[in-house]
């Protein structure tokens, strides 16, 4: 799907409001962008701390050979930006600038523009059904934390591979268990590389920009 059909889907099904402000379920919005462009992939650029000490995230999705960015500052239930922010709730705002990124592409854009239904009304797209999410047991091993278990017959292993460390990331607390992932499946990082650069990148990306937001802490 181009941007044009992206923008017309209704999401109101997949969404909830907190304190006045309308959020897309994370989840839906990564499921529909898979199966609108199965290679779209994204990454999170190094963060922003002012100052005071609240910190901004960004979120770049990369879909249909564009690459867009949505940035949104970590913020408490009350919708304040937070002053140091702990890992859950950095986590949560990386969250939903993918969301928010995704929506760049056209997915839900108009909920941020305080819009109940999409554009063009007549207009009728399929919404196609959400894809079966993967429990955390699918992925890892119990005998160690840090393994992640990919059918590489799969040819579609790649994006399984990339779920499950957006899932794992995390959990990491410090910068040493960033790095413990990595060692942990360097094998299947090295075959990712050669099958799919774009999603190893995205993947790197990812660990990189973990690894100085927790060194900082």
Same mark, same amino acid.
């Given at each position: 799907?181009?941007?044009?059909?992206? %923008? #017309?889907?209704?999401?109101?099904?997949? +969404?909830?409001?907190?304190?006045? =402000? *309308?959020? =897309?379920?994370?989840?839906?919005? !990564?499921? /529909? =962008?898979?199966?609108?462009?199965? $290679?779209?992939?994204?990454?999170?650029?190094?963060?922003? %701390?002012?100052?005071?000490?609240?910190?901004?995230?960004?979120?770049?999705?990369?879909?249909?050979?564009?690459? %867009? +960015?949505? #940035?949104? &500052?970590?913020?408490?239930?009350?919708?304040?930006?937070?002053?140091? &922010?702990?890992?859950?709730?950095?986590? *949560?705002?990386? #969250?939903?600038?993918?969301?928010?990124?995704?929506?760049?592409?056209?997915?839900?854009?108009?909920?941020?523009?305080? @819009?109940?239904?999409?554009?063009?009304?007549? +207009?009728?797209?399929?919404?196609? @059904?959400?894809?079966?999410?993967?429990?955390?047991?699918?992925?890892?091993?119990?005998?160690?934390?840090? /393994?992640?278990?990919?059918? +590489?017959?799969?040819?579609?292993?790649? *994006?399984?591979? /990339?779920?499950? !460390?957006?899932?794992?990331?995390?959990?990491?607390?410090?910068?040493?268990?960033?790095?413990?992932?990595?060692?942990?499946? #360097?094998?299947?990082?090295? @075959? =990712?590389?050669?099958?799919?650069?774009?999603?190893?990148?995205?993947?790197?990306?990812?660990?990189?920009?973990?690894?100085?937001?927790? $060194?900082?802490?």
């Amino acid at each position: 799907m181009e941007y044009k059909e992206l %923008r #017309q889907i209704d999401v109101s099904k997949y +969404t909830e409001k907190k304190n006045g =402000l *309308t959020y =897309l379920s994370w989840a839906w919005a !990564v499921d /529909q =962008l898979l199966l609108a462009d199965p $290679k779209a992939h994204w990454f999170y650029p190094e963060y922003q %701390r002012w100052g005071n000490g609240t910190v901004m995230v960004f979120c770049t999705v990369v879909a249909n050979d564009i690459a %867009r +960015t949505a #940035q949104l &500052p970590v913020m408490d239930y009350r919708n304040k930006p937070i002053s140091e &922010p702990d890992s859950f709730a950095t986590n *949560t705002a990386m #969250q939903r600038a993918l969301a928010k990124a995704i929506a760049l592409h056209g997915i839900g854009l108009y909920i941020y523009n305080g @819009e109940d239904l999409p554009p063009d009304e007549n +207009t009728v797209v399929e919404i196609k @059904e959400p894809a079966k999410v993967k429990k955390k047991d699918e992925f890892f091993d119990d005998s160690d934390p840090w /393994q992640i278990k990919v059918d +590489t017959s799969n040819g579609e292993w790649p *994006t399984s591979l /990339q779920q499950a !460390v957006n899932m794992l990331i995390g959990l990491a607390q410090k910068a040493e268990d960033v790095n413990n992932i990595y060692k942990v499946n #360097q094998k299947i990082f090295e @075959e =990712l590389k050669e099958k799919d650069q774009k999603i190893y990148d995205a993947i790197f990306a990812l660990f990189k920009t973990t690894k100085n937001e927790l $060194k900082g802490k």
